[in-house]
């Protein structure tokens, strides 16, 4: 059997054409429900930083999730730990709570099974138990939305 080694995440012309088209897709209102536009201040310069990304309901709760890694929305969170969460003309404050490996392991083996396209980027696939996906927490961190 062959080990099958997760993608590195590259943020190439396609994929950041992609995140302009969601994110107008987001601001207008007309992506997927559980598209939002995520927007925390930079660690370092201080300046509003604001990404499409997939807003996981999973279990009565709201997370985040970082499919392609610590990326710099991920250092951003932890280092703001607030964030204006926004869907067309609706935007929220909320809390990023960065959550421990056992806690996000069922979110990320959800997140997987939703998100097909990030699949490559993990070691575990769908299917796998829990305590496979509790392996990629360090490399995938998760937060929890908090209103």
Do not use: C
Request: glycine share 8%.
């Amino acid at each position: 059997m062959i080990d099958v080694v997760a993608k590195t995440y590259r943020n190439t012309l396609i994929r950041r054409v992609g995140n302009i088209v969601i994110g107008g897709a987001v601001k207008l209102g007309v992506a997927p429900s559980y598209y939002v536009l995520l927007t925390i201040l930079g660690r370092r310069s201080g300046v509003e930083r604001t990404i499409p990304i997939r807003l996981m309901k999973h279990e009565g709760q709201e997370w985040f999730v970082a499919p392609y890694g610590p990326r710099d929305w991920v250092l951003n969170a932890r280092a703001a730990g607030v964030a204006v969460v926004r869907r067309g003309r609706r935007s929220r404050q909320v809390r990023l709570v960065e959550v421990s490996a056992p806690v996000a392991a069922p979110v990320l083996a959800a997140y997987a099974r939703k998100e097909p396209v990030t699949r490559p980027f993990f070691d575990a696939r769908v299917g796998d138990p829990v305590s496979a996906f509790e392996a990629e927490a360090a490399r995938h961190p998760v937060f929890r939305v908090e209103n």
